[in-house]
């Protein structure tokens, strides 16, 4: 996950600097010539413009590949659950570089518009828009599934509430990035530029919040458990097994012994305890 991190950095770092390039481009550059800087920043053709979106289609596909093997890992590593965001990647593969290579083939009057390009850029946004709704809702309701079967053995608060918790706020803002970025090139709006440009740092954004605020979140949990459990003479090492960190009630188990005594003519008694481990009875003498 460290180096899909930096990946996703570089990318984003990349895009930012390919923005800032065609921006000098063209208010300094391109400010005098024929339709000045509108008619450069429109032009879909030149290799600036193909690599800046080439950038952004790749970590979007990047960004929906880590959602799905985080819901391959959290599934028990179930191929069915994720099968359809696997052919959605798929769609969003094709899509996504088809509009890419499209625009190398376009004159510099074409708009983003084009018929020819609608229903390909329509198709990566709305893929986009249902991966990260299907991907988020399978890894929250994973979550919520472990957090109830566990509600009736633990005691105090749920660890798994506040990562749930943390999943839906940090998708929930790419999320809403996407759909209005779907919604507004639908109706044919130019300020669904002004919705492009954040995706490609945010889907980065997303994945390091996640996983971030989880790491943190862990690491504050360990912390308190580890105070509580040398409070209480114990040691730290022992709050920790398989069953995880989630405190669990205290079960009460009773053991019970068949006991037959056995008297003699001097008065002495013999006492056997019964030991269904070994099957044997040995002899206790009482006065």
Same mark, same amino acid.
């Given at each position: 996950m460290f180096i899909i991190g930096c990946v996703m950095f570089v990318l984003a770092t990349m895009h930012v600097g390919m923005n800032c390039f065609r921006m000098v481009r063209g208010y300094v550059d391109e400010v005098n010539s024929p339709g000045g800087a509108a008619a450069f920043l429109s032009n879909l053709a030149p290799w600036d413009h193909i690599f800046k979106d080439t950038i952004y289609a790749?970590?979007?596909?990047?960004?929906?590949?880590?959602?799905?093997?985080?819901?391959?890992?959290? /599934?028990? !590593?179930? *191929?069915?659950?994720?099968?359809? %965001?696997?052919?959605?990647?798929?769609? $969003?593969?094709?899509? =996504?570089?088809? +509009?890419? =290579? #499209?625009?190398?083939?376009?004159?510099?009057?074409? $708009?983003?518009?084009?018929?020819?390009?609608?229903? /390909?850029? !329509? @198709?990566? *946004?709305? +893929?986009?828009?249902?991966?990260?709704?299907?991907?988020?809702? #399978?890894? &929250? *309701?994973?979550?919520?599934?472990?957090?109830?079967?566990? &509600?009736?053995? !633990?005691?105090?608060?749920?660890?798994?509430? %506040?990562?749930? *918790?943390?999943?839906?706020?940090?998708?929930?803002?790419?999320?809403? +990035?996407?759909? +209005?970025? #779907? @919604?507004?090139?639908? &109706?044919?709006?130019?300020?669904?530029?002004?919705? #492009?440009? %954040?995706?490609?740092?945010?889907?980065?954004?997303?994945f390091t919040a996640i996983t971030l605020r989880i790491s943190l979140r862990s690491a504050e949990g360990t912390s308190k458990r580890s105070i509580t459990s040398n409070t209480r003479g114990m040691p730290a090492d022992s709050q920790f097994g398989t069953v995880g960190t989630i405190p669990m009630r205290h079960i009460a188990i009773n053991v019970t012994k068949d006991v037959e005594a056995h008297g003699s003519s001097d008065g002495t008694s013999f006492v056997d305890f019964d030991k269904p481990l070994d099957g044997k009875k040995e002899p206790m003498y009482a006065e």
């Amino acid at each position: 996950m460290f180096i899909i991190g930096c990946v996703m950095f570089v990318l984003a770092t990349m895009h930012v600097g390919m923005n800032c390039f065609r921006m000098v481009r063209g208010y300094v550059d391109e400010v005098n010539s024929p339709g000045g800087a509108a008619a450069f920043l429109s032009n879909l053709a030149p290799w600036d413009h193909i690599f800046k979106d080439t950038i952004y289609a790749t970590t979007e596909m990047l960004g929906d590949g880590v959602a799905i093997y985080r819901c391959w890992i959290i /599934w028990d !590593r179930s *191929y069915k659950v994720i099968a359809l %965001p696997g052919v959605l990647l798929i769609a $969003s593969i094709i899509s =996504g570089y088809m +509009v890419c =290579g #499209l625009y190398a083939t376009f004159d510099p009057t074409t $708009s983003v518009f084009d018929p020819k390009l609608t229903h /390909w850029v !329509r @198709t990566f *946004y709305s +893929v986009a828009v249902v991966q990260s709704a299907i991907t988020t809702g #399978l890894m &929250a *309701y994973r979550i919520y599934q472990a957090e109830k079967r566990t &509600a009736k053995y !633990r005691t105090g608060q749920s660890p798994l509430r %506040p990562v749930l *918790y943390i999943l839906l706020e940090s998708a929930s803002l790419l999320f809403f +990035v996407e759909l +209005v970025l #779907l @919604t507004l090139y639908a &109706a044919n709006y130019n300020c669904q530029y002004l919705m #492009l440009e %954040p995706v490609t740092p945010l889907v980065g954004i997303t994945f390091t919040a996640i996983t971030l605020r989880i790491s943190l979140r862990s690491a504050e949990g360990t912390s308190k458990r580890s105070i509580t459990s040398n409070t209480r003479g114990m040691p730290a090492d022992s709050q920790f097994g398989t069953v995880g960190t989630i405190p669990m009630r205290h079960i009460a188990i009773n053991v019970t012994k068949d006991v037959e005594a056995h008297g003699s003519s001097d008065g002495t008694s013999f006492v056997d305890f019964d030991k269904p481990l070994d099957g044997k009875k040995e002899p206790m003498y009482a006065e």
